[in-house]
């Protein structure tokens, strides 16, 4: 099992930028892929981006291509998710999730595809 440990949201105004991370520990060589998913009040959880763990392969949702980046610290085991440009609608609790099977990149942004979750880290974008 891996076990996964966010940290990096808080409050930001419109146009601003935050760095969130998660720490992963445990097998992490069992890794396919991780992503961040992100959920606000009253709707399902979002797919944001997804990194291919060995290969730094990267998808992102339509909705913060060119602005948010996705890397990985193979090194250290830390996930990152640089977050520019950020708009009031991208505010939500975001999670960062480990998958261990071998997925398209269509199964990629199902969260249900994913083993491990964070706890979760608040982001608060404000107009």
């Known amino acids: 099992q891996v076990r996964l440990v966010e940290s990096g949201g808080g409050l930001v105004q419109a146009g601003g930028s935050l760095r969130l991370s998660c720490a992963v520990s445990?097998?992490?060589?069992?890794?396919?892929?991780m992503a961040w998913f992100r959920q606000a009040p009253g709707l399902e959880r979002e797919f944001v981006s997804a990194?291919?763990?060995?290969?730094?392969?990267?998808l992102y949702a339509d909705s913060v291509k060119g602005r948010f980046t996705i890397s990985r610290d193979n090194a250290k085991n830390i996930l990152y998710l640089q977050m520019n440009s950020l708009k009031p609608e991208d505010t939500a609790v975001y999670y960062c999730a480990g998958e261990r099977s071998v997925r398209s990149f269509g199964g990629l942004k199902r969260a249900p595809a994913y083993d491990d979750w964070g706890q979760g880290t608040q982001v608060t974008v404000s107009a």
């Open positions: 990194v291919i763990w060995s290969i730094g392969t990267t």
């Open positions: 445990g097998r992490t060589s069992s890794l396919y892929a």
